[in-house]
């Protein structure tokens, strides 16, 4: 007896399995690979122009938010997070002309006082027998040094307030209190904008492309991602991935842009992962994904976004921190396979990580077809009975 019409199921779990002899006429020919790379790569860069970004390859956001009512006002009410989010020239400048304008407000309350007391007036300038409000302001720029030494208790001694000027005595107290509420207020706008944690993300690593291949006889969609800091890793780290692509409703609506989250993974656990080395984060392509349907061709011509964000709290100061990236479909490579980049050096008995090799990958044989066909397909093959003669 023989048995005809079922291939043998141990070429769909190998991953150097030659699909086109196990699927011959059914799978899209393996040899015409090369072929849709070509085409992926010289139509990358009119693909790229007519793509949109919501996320950069940086992580910037390429959103820009228009008419928005009372935008400066309500940026204003929260001044304390605009001057952290600001440019540093404008923070700098902002905490400049705090210090000088608080220091001229009060010169000039101050040579006020003495105008009105009569401590400018002639027969009273020479009188060693008149007592000012304030000792030794003979103008506006003695003033504005007094108020510089009241707000900062510099004291150097010539000038002083007196006894006689109630006003004076007030206007001390309430230069005081300002001025230790606007160094307090100043000083933590410098060190929350140089202790936040975006330059911390500056040490995470997104690869430049993600990949589409078998593993375990599987559809996945691959990136790596990694952590450059080999003292201080992040803890509680965590990815996610969501699909910005537009959907039509049933009633005819256009959701655009409409968000579907990815199920990640890293090797057999749940993307919840620390990131000793780089790690190479899964998305199965099954019945749930969003991408089941997709095929290399049609990799070509739609239009979507893949928005990845890596979580995590920074171990040395305890503070959160989020890194973004974002693939389009010119940036997914189909049948390719990252390099491996972790081996174990007996020269210095630690394992190595090649950085070098990060980004790098290696074509594989993949089907063609969607994760959909792919199923039916391996579904059929298991489900054939043979022909008995």
Not at 53 to 76: C, F
Not at 285 to 298: F, G, H, V, W
Request: one cysteine or more; proline letters at 5%.
């Amino acid at each position: 007896m023989e048995e005809k019409g079922l291939p043998d199921q141990s070429l769909l779990t190998n991953e150097t399995v030659d699909l086109k002899q196990a699927f011959k006429g059914r799978l899209p020919d393996v040899s015409v690979l090369p072929t849709i790379r070509g085409r992926m790569r010289a139509d990358s860069v009119l693909l790229r122009k007519q793509r949109k970004r919501a996320v950069m390859k940086n992580g910037d956001y390429n959103i820009v938010q228009i008419n928005v009512s009372e935008r400066r006002r309500r940026y204003l009410l929260d001044l304390f997070t605009t001057l952290v989010d600001a440019q540093w020239r404008w923070t700098l400048f902002v905490f400049t002309m705090s210090f000088v304008l608080s220091w001229s407000g009060f010169g000039s309350l101050w040579w006020l006082i003495a105008f009105t007391h009569g401590d400018f007036e002639p027969e009273n300038l020479g009188n060693e027998t008149w007592v000012p409000c304030v000792s030794n302001i003979h103008s506006l720029t003695s003033a504005f040094l007094f108020s510089i030494e009241t707000q900062h208790t510099i004291g150097y001694g010539s000038r002083y307030p007196t006894e006689d000027c109630p006003e004076a005595v007030i206007m001390v107290v309430i230069q005081s209190i300002t001025g230790m509420m606007i160094q307090t207020l100043m000083v933590g706008i410098i060190f929350a904008k140089m202790a936040r944690p975006k330059q911390r993300t500056e040490t995470l690593l997104f690869s430049r492309t993600a990949v589409i291949c078998q593993r375990d006889g599987q559809l996945c969609l691959m990136f790596r991602a990694g952590d450059m800091r080999d003292k201080s890793h992040l803890i509680a780290t965590s990815i996610r991935a969501l699909l910005v692509r537009p959907r039509i409703t049933q009633e005819g609506e256009i959701l655009a842009p409409f968000l579907s989250e990815l199920k990640l993974s890293v090797d057999q656990y749940d993307p919840n992962v620390f990131l000793l080395w780089p790690a190479v984060v899964i998305h199965r392509i099954d019945r749930e994904s969003p991408l089941y349907t997709m095929s290399a061709a049609e990799l070509l011509t739609d239009k979507f976004e893949i928005i990845v964000t890596l979580e995590g709290t920074i171990e040395s100061t305890g503070q959160p921190t989020q890194a973004r990236t974002s693939y389009l479909p010119s940036e997914l490579l189909w049948g390719h396979r990252f390099e491996p980049m972790i081996h174990y050096s007996k020269e210095r008995l630690a394992y190595e990580v090649d950085y070098a090799l990060f980004h790098n990958t290696y074509q594989v044989d993949t089907p063609l077809c969607c994760a959909q066909v792919l199923d039916s397909l391996t579904l059929d093959s298991s489900t054939t009975k043979p022909v008995i003669y």
